[in-house]
């Protein structure tokens, strides 16, 4: 059984930063794309970054773009979102996903991700 624990969330203030990191416990962890998605309270989770299993290629949510950037050191099997310039529109919990299958490109779909962790909650105040 996968496991993904989040970490690096917190109260921080409109136009602050923060940085989530996502631990795997998979060996293979090389060898999987992996993404973050959010949900806010009372809506559907939603993408927000995702990067393939050699970090050479990356996809953001069009409301993050410029924003946010994804990350991965696969030598320590971790995945990382850096946070600039946060918004309280970005108040969510934050959970990293790995996808289902080994390689391939970025996905961006909630259905294409196999393991979750429990997420890390950001809260942005105005």
């Known amino acids: 059984q996968v496991q993904l624990v989040e970490s690096g969330g917190g109260l921080v203030q409109a136009g602050g930063s923060l940085r989530l990191s996502c631990v795997s416990s998979?060996?293979?962890?090389?060898?999987?794309?992996m993404a973050w998605f959010r949900q806010a309270p009372g809506q559907e989770r939603e993408f927000v970054a995702a990067?393939?299993?050699?970090?050479?290629?990356?996809s953001y949510a069009e409301f993050v773009r410029g924003r946010c950037t994804i990350s991965r050191d696969n030598a320590k099997k971790e995945v990382y979102l850096q946070m600039n310039s946060l918004k309280p529109e970005d108040t969510a919990v934050y959970s990293c996903?790995?996808?289902?299958?080994?390689?391939?490109?970025?996905?961006?779909?909630?259905?294409?991700?196999?393991?979750w962790g429990r997420g890390t909650q950001v809260t942005v105040s105005s």
């Open positions: 996903a790995r996808a289902w299958t080994t390689f391939g490109n970025p996905r961006t779909r909630e259905y294409e991700y196999s393991n």
């Open positions: 990067i393939n299993w050699s970090g050479e290629f990356i």
């Open positions: 998979e060996r293979t962890f090389s060898s999987y794309g």
